[in-house]
């Protein structure tokens, strides 16, 4: 008899889509090292799991940052550690790791990569 998996709990089935959430599992198997965690002071609230998973939400949908449904910490501590995590080079680090994770199980398809000029700056006129 095979065991019910909640659909929240399953993994990711395409490499082309993006993530809503990530599984306690998957967070910690691939995400977690990346992070910068803090060594002084008090201990978030809420699992370093659970704020990467409102950071995911927020990134998805769109919502202002003040929107978001959190009950247990203030939105602000949310966005601080995305803003941190940001500036210090973890989702670089985060990035950089799915890219070699996918080369090495073979399963990183560059025939789909494109590049999309829609948010370059266009300066008017030539440099003189």
Do not use: C
């Amino acid at each position: 008899m095979e065991t019910k998996i909640k659909k929240s709990q399953r993994a990711s089935t395409g490499y082309h889509t993006l993530p809503i959430k990530v599984t306690r599992e998957e967070f910690n198997k691939h995400i977690k090292k990346h992070l910068t965690m803090s060594k002084r002071g008090m201990k978030p609230t809420v699992s370093y799991f659970a704020i990467f998973n409102y950071i995911l939400y927020v990134l998805h949908t769109g919502i202002p940052w003040y929107t978001l449904p959190v009950k247990k910490v203030h939105w602000t501590n949310i966005y601080k550690y995305h803003n941190r995590w940001s500036k210090d080079g973890s989702y670089k680090k985060i990035f950089d790791a799915s890219l070699d994770w996918l080369q090495k199980e073979q399963k990183l398809d560059l025939s789909v990569l494109h590049g999309d000029g829609s948010n370059v700056v266009a300066k008017k006129g030539a440099k003189k």
